[in-house]
T-cell receptor
Framework: AQKITQTQPGMFVQEKEAVTLDCTYD???????LFWYKQPSSGEMIFLIYQGSYDEQNATEGRYSLNFQKARKSANLVISASQLGDSAMYFCAMREEQTGFQKLVFGTGTRLLVSP | SQTIHQWPATLVQPVGSPLSLECTVEGTSNPNLYWYRQAAGRGLQLLFY??????ISSEVPQNLSASRPQDRQFILSSKKLLLSDSGFYLCAWGAGLSTNEKLFFGSGTQLSVL
């Protein structure tokens, strides 16, 4: 079963507007972590934001915030005041609390294009 | 501060040729090391991970192998490349194994097997 689902292959937003990138996940664990990474055209994966399953507050990092809805198993990334430099691929990922090695599992990504 | 180096950035190899991609981490000790592959337009697939020197775990059966000869060095190899080995390879490191440990990635290697 797919652990991380990103249903938006591509998203468009105008500069200075906010945009939400969707992510749903599947796990039976009570303890897990959710991550968002940005991959610009250069290819490097850049960590953006983290949300723990027991965190009561939604995570925020500058213009990035994570809309965490635990009951719905969703962890959407909100980018406020989009900038041209935000154009990139965005990946949602999850790490579960399991015995043994806990690997980071990625979704298929959403390509965001910010227009002037 | 910690840095991760991965090379080469681009590689074009004929089918049947060998492969060696290298990744090194600086500024940390005993990192957990990972090799991911990203097919065109898709997410990242974990290939190998290592929690220590000589300790390699494979996630998927494949034509590739990995080695960790030194604490901060991780090598991805193949004896004979296949067309299906083409893709973008990313090395990553992490400091621990808890759920909140994020990974730090190298700049990647674009491998084209022709």
């Amino acid at each position: 079963a797919q652990k991380i689902t990103q249903t938006q292959p591509g998203m468009f937003v105008q500069e200075k507007e906010a945009v939400t990138l969707d992510c749903t996940y599947d796990t039976s664990d009570q303890s897990y972590g959710l991550f968002w990474y940005k991959q610009p055209s250069s290819g490097e994966m850049i960590f953006l934001i983290y949300q723990g399953s027991y965190d009561e507050q939604n995570a925020t990092e500058g213009r990035y915030s994570l809309n965490f809805q635990k009951a719905r198993k969703s962890a959407n990334l909100v980018i406020s005041a989009s900038q041209l430099g935000d154009s990139a691929m965005y990946f949602c990922a999850m790490r579960e609390e399991q015995t043994g090695f806990q690997k980071l599992v990625f979704g298929t990504g959403t390509r965001l294009l910010v227009s002037p | 501060s910690q840095t991760i180096h991965q090379w080469p950035a681009t590689l074009v190899q004929p089918v049947g040729s060998p492969l060696s991609l290298e990744c090194t981490v600086e500024g940390t000790s005993n990192p957990n090391l990972y090799w991911y592959r990203q097919a065109a337009g898709r997410g990242l697939q974990l290939l190998f991970y290592s929690i220590g020197i000589g300790q390699i775990s494979s996630e998927v059966p494949q034509n590739l192998s990995a080695s960790r000869p030194q604490d901060r060095q991780f090598i991805l190899s193949s004896k004979k490349l296949l067309l299906s080995d083409s893709g973008f390879y990313l090395c990553a490191w992490g400091a621990g194994l808890s759920t909140n440990e994020k990974l730090f990635f190298g700049s990647g290697t674009q491998l084209s097997v022709l």
